[in-house]
T-cell receptor
Framework: TQLLEQSPQFLSIQEGENLTVYCNSS?????LQWYRQEPGEGPVLLVT?????EVKKLKRLTFQFGDARKDSSLHITAAQPGDTGLYLC????????????FGQGTELSVKP | DAGVTQSPTHLIKTRGQQVTLRCSPK?????VSWYQQALGQGPQFIFQ???????QRGNFPDRFSGHQFPNYSSELNVNALLLGDSALYLC??????????????FGPGTRLTVT
């Protein structure tokens, strides 16, 4: 059983379209991070959210942490081919130290 | 400012052999975590080292062991390799002084292939 469920697993869109990736759990997380990973490379940290209801923006990317700190979403506006990659959410549960629990990832392909 | 570095980049081993992977954390970081990422999956937590001791461990067998040195660098050792150990092994560093945010920064990984 996956503790963090990401959806969709695969997404193929045209340049200029908008998209949303979801990360859901039945557990509460003290913080949640979003990473982007290119093939054969390590994940690169995009953002960390820690407060329920928190919204953070990074250029065309908008990240939201659910009010109950059990879910999160990543919204990309006007996607570009450079956004192509694997997007991973990862949460840290309270009283469980530094262990990050990852979702299975969303493979995004943006076609020109 | 050097980020997290890992060596080697790629490694091919035979079933039953032993392997050692190495990691140097980002400057200013004192904590190292290791993750295994199978193809098409998210990373799975192996263990975390702080002050040269294993502080937390995921659901991995004792064949997986590690070490942290006084300069905060770390090694991951895997004994009696199985075909299923083939994966990308990721090292992540963080700072205990980071408080509740506790962000982890990943290295490029070591691709291990067991034949």
């Amino acid at each position: 059983t996956q503790l963090l469920e990401q959806s969709p697993q695969f997404l193929s869109i045209q340049e200029g379209e908008n998209l949303t990736v979801y990360c859901n759990s039945s557990s509460v997380f003290s913080s949640l991070q979003w990473y982007r990973q290119e093939p054969g490379e390590g994940p690169v940290l995009l953002v960390t959210v820690v407060t329920g209801g928190e919204v953070k923006k990074l250029k065309r990317l908008t990240f939201q942490f659910g009010d109950a700190r059990k879910d999160s979403s990543l919204h990309i506006t006007a996607a570009q081919p450079g956004d192509t990659g694997l997007y991973l959410c990862a949460g840290r549960r309270e009283y469980q130290g530094g262990k990050l629990i990852f979702g299975q990832g969303t493979e995004l392909s943006v076609k020109p | 400012d050097a980020g997290v570095t890992q060596s080697p980049t790629h490694l091919i081993k035979t079933r039953g052999q032993q392997v050692t992977l190495r990691c140097s954390p980002k400057s200013g970081h004192d904590t190292v975590s290791w993750y295994q990422q199978a193809l098409g999956q998210g990373p799975q937590f192996i263990f975390q080292y702080y002050e040269e001791e294993e502080r937390q461990r995921g659901n991995f067998p004792d064949r997986f062991s590690g070490h942290q040195f006084p300069n905060y660098s770390s090694e991951l050792n895997v004994n009696a390799l199985l075909l299923g150990d083939s994966a990308l092994y990721l090292c992540a560093s963080s700072s205990r002084g980071g408080g509740s945010i506790y962000e982890q920064y990943f290295g490029p990984g070591t691709r291990l292939t067991v034949t």
